[in-house]
């Protein structure tokens, strides 16, 4: 079994920044890739950004060039930096990770990050 938790969200003005993180424990082999993935009131669940463990990022046309993902190995843990936040940011953010256990690869996610940008 996979953990994975997170921490950073909160409330800030438009203009400001956060940083999320979440670190994943357990067992398992590798971590093939992690990501954040946002779900606002009302909307589906969107991806964000995500990382590979070769160092491979992609990001939503949204949040190109305000928001960076970012990785470290050694600690199982994934890092999402916001910047110039916008109230259409917004959500509930929630960590993923794409997993090979001894058996398996399995998608695991987080219990979710409340972000609210707010004036």
């Known amino acids: 079994q996979v953990q994975l938790v997170e921490s950073g969200g909160g409330v800030v003005q438009p203009g400001g920044s956060l940083r999320l993180s979440c670190a994943a424990s357990?067992?398992?082999?590798?971590?093939?890739?992690m990501g954040w993935y946002r779900q606002a009131p009302g909307k589906q669940r969107e991806p964000v950004a995500t990382?590979?463990?070769?160092?491979?990022?992609n990001y939503v046309d949204s949040v190109q060039g305000r928001f960076t993902i970012s990785g470290d190995s050694a600690k199982n843990t994934v890092y999402l930096q916001m910047n110039s936040l916008k109230p259409e940011d917004t959500a509930v953010y929630y960590c993923?990770?794409?997993?090979?256990?001894?058996?398996?690869?399995?998608?695991?996610w987080g219990q979710g990050t409340q972000v609210t940008v707010s004036s």
């Open positions: 357990g067992r398992f082999f590798k971590i093939v890739a």
């Open positions: 990382i590979t463990n070769e160092g491979s990022t």
């Open positions: 993923n990770a794409d997993v090979i256990t001894l058996l398996t690869r399995t998608n695991y």
